[in-house]
């Protein structure tokens, strides 16, 4: 089997090592650029991952970018390759790797990190709750009932991320609204505004 040119490796502390191989303009063979991603920074760069699907599949296309701990992923519409950086100490190293190729190495990252999201403390009510959030209102009319139900798909995905870190965070007002039984509209309605919030954000429709 032929080595990946972009490859993700999940840790068993819940983050993951990066690898990228490249060939330097100045130099001869194929160089390297590798670095762990912390828990933390894995959810990152899943986020910026799942950001960038949903924006590509409607045509909503805007330059971006995600920083880790010295690593830079940068996306360029007008480009079709992501341009990553990796900076550690005085050594600086530069590369970039096809969309479609970090889209396809990403998605099993995203399916570990939904799986971690859904097993944490309030993953299950989380899900519950996003589940009974309905679509914007000109989602389907304006995309057609399949797209729409993609569209919503991915939004609940990345709000369950998005929710999870947040409920689990000491302190959380949401965390506190989700374990009350009398906060529970509360919870309903943060878990709705989210998705509306990234509903006007990342596809091509009003909320």
Request: proline fraction near 3%; hydrophobic fraction near 45%; charged fraction near 20%.
């Amino acid at each position: 089997m032929p080595a990946k040119i972009f490859s993700m490796e999940a840790r068993q502390d819940g983050g993951a090592r990066l690898a990228l191989n490249y060939k330097h303009a100045g130099r001869s063979g194929i160089q390297r650029l590798s670095c762990d991603l912390p828990q933390a920074g894995l959810l990152q760069l899943v986020l910026f991952a799942e950001a960038l699907s949903l924006r590509k599949r409607f045509g909503q296309l805007v330059a971006s970018d995600v920083s880790i701990e010295g690593l830079v992923v940068s996306y360029d519409p007008a480009q079709r390759n992501l341009h990553v950086e990796r900076q550690a100490g005085y050594s600086r190293q530069t590369a970039f790797v096809p969309v479609e190729v970090f889209q396809s190495e990403m998605a099993g990252m995203t399916d570990i990190c939904i799986a971690q999201a859904e097993a944490s403390k309030h993953g299950a009510a989380l899900k519950h709750l996003l589940a009974g959030c309905a679509a914007p209102a000109k989602l389907e009319e304006l995309l057609g009932q399949d797209e729409a139900d993609l569209a919503m798909h991915q939004l609940r995905e990345i709000a369950l991320l998005l929710l999870a870190q947040e409920a689990s965070a000491r302190g959380s007002a949401l965390g506190r609204q989700l374990r009350g039984k009398k906060s529970q509209d509360q919870a309903r309605q943060a878990v709705s505004g989210l998705v509306l919030e990234l509903a006007a954000e990342l596809v091509p429709v009003s909320a």
